[in-house]
C-alpha cells in the first residue's frame, strides 16, 4: 500500500497537548511506515533515529495543527529532529494554541534564540501560561524585572495571581505591586495567592478576606479555610465564603 493509500485508510491523528508513544505510533502509521517497532518509552530522539525520512511530512503536520501544542512540538523537532531553528521559531509565532511562551523559553535555554524574540513571544502569547514564563525568565535568566511585571500585569491567560505573589516572595517586586495584581486578576487563583501573601509576606488579613469574598474562580474553599487556620480569619467568616461557593455551584 502507499502513502497515498495509506493515508485513505488511516485516520489522520489529532495533534495532541502531550506527545505519547500511542500518538507516535498513530502519527508513524498514517504516514504509512511499520510501527511494530516502537516501544512505550520511545521520545522524541528515538524517533528522530528510526524515522528520519519523515522529518518534513512530520514539519508539515505540525505547521497545518489546529489542536493540541504544536508550538512545544516545534522546539522539539528542533531539538531532537534537526528542523532549523527558523522553522520552530516561526511555527512558535503563529500558534494560537497551546503554551508557546514556554516553548519560547527553551528556545531560548537551549536553542540559542534570542532574548528578543523570547521577549516578544512571552509578552505576546494568548494561550499556555505567559505569566510563568515572565517569573522564570526574570529569575532564572536575567530578564528585567520591569519587564515581567508588565507581562504579567497583561496577562490574557494563566495564573498571574499566583506569579505575582512568587514575584513579590522571590523575586524582588514590591508587596503593593503583587497585591493590586493579585486584587485585579480575573484569570488566575485571586483567593490561593491572596492566602500566601497574608501568611508568607506581611499582607492584612483584612485585605486577604476582601480578594477571597470577590474571587469568583480559583482554589476558594482551601483559601478561606486556611486563612481561618493559619491567618486568624474567624470561623464565621471562612463558613460563610464556604457557604457562597456552594450556592453559586447550585
Same mark, same amino acid.
Given at each position: ?6 493515508n485513505?485508510a ?9 506527545? *505519547? ?23 522524541w ?6 524515522f ?10 505540525f ?6 501544542d504544536?508550538a512545544?512540538?516545534?522546539y ?14 516561526k511555527?512558535?509565532e503563529? *500558534? ?6 514556554w ?14 524574540? *523570547?521577549?516578544?513571544?512571552i ?20 530578564f ?8 504579567i500585569?497583561n496577562a490574557? *491567560?494563566?495564573d ?23 486584587e485585579n ?11 500566601n501573601?497574608?501568611k508568607?509576606?506581611?499582607?492584612s ?8 469574598e470577590?474571587?469568583?474562580i ?15 480569619s474567624?470561623k ?6 464556604i ?5 453559586n455551584k447550585?
Amino acid at each position: 500500500m502507499n502513502t497515498e493509500d495509506n493515508n485513505m485508510a488511516i485516520e489522520k491523528p489529532v495533534c495532541p497537548q502531550y506527545f *505519547t508513544a500511542d500518538f507516535w505510533r498513530k502519527l508513524i502509521a498514517y504516514f504509512g511506515e511499520d510501527i511494530s517497532i516502537i516501544q512505550d518509552n520511545w521520545y522524541w530522539k528515538e524517533f528522530a533515529e528510526y524515522f528520519p525520512h519523515l522529518k518534513e511530512k512530520i514539519e508539515k503536520y505540525f505547521e497545518e495543527a489546529q489542536t493540541g501544542d504544536p508550538a512545544w512540538a516545534a522546539y522539539l523537532m528542533h531539538k531532537y529532529y534537526g528542523s532549523s531553528r527558523e522553522w520552530a521559531e516561526k511555527i512558535i509565532e503563529n *500558534t494560537q494554541i497551546g503554551n508557546p511562551a514556554w516553548a519560547a523559553v527553551e528556545m531560548y535555554k537551549y536553542c540559542g534564540s534570542s532574548r528578543e524574540w *523570547t521577549e516578544k513571544i512571552i509578552e505576546n502569547a494568548k494561550t499556555g501560561d505567559s505569566s510563568w514564563a515572565a517569573y522564570f525568565m526574570h529569575k532564572f535568566w536575567g530578564f528585567s524585572r520591569e519587564w515581567a511585571e508588565k507581562v504579567i500585569e497583561n496577562a490574557k *491567560t494563566g495564573d498571574s495571581a499566583g506569579v505575582a505573589y512568587l514575584m513579590h516572595r522571590y523575586a524582588g517586586s514590591s508587596k503593593e505591586w503583587a497585591e493590586k495584581v493579585i486584587e485585579n486578576d480575573k484569570i488566575g487563583d485571586a483567593a490561593w495567592a491572596a492566602y500566601n501573601m497574608c501568611k508568607y509576606c506581611g499582607s492584612s488579613r483584612e485585605w486577604a478576606e476582601k480578594v477571597i469574598e470577590n474571587a469568583t474562580i480559583g482554589d476558594i474553599f482551601s483559601a478561606a479555610y486556611y486563612m481561618h487556620k493559619y491567618c486568624g480569619s474567624s470561623k464565621e467568616w471562612a463558613v460563610k465564603v464556604i457557604k457562597k461557593i456552594k450556592f453559586n455551584k447550585g
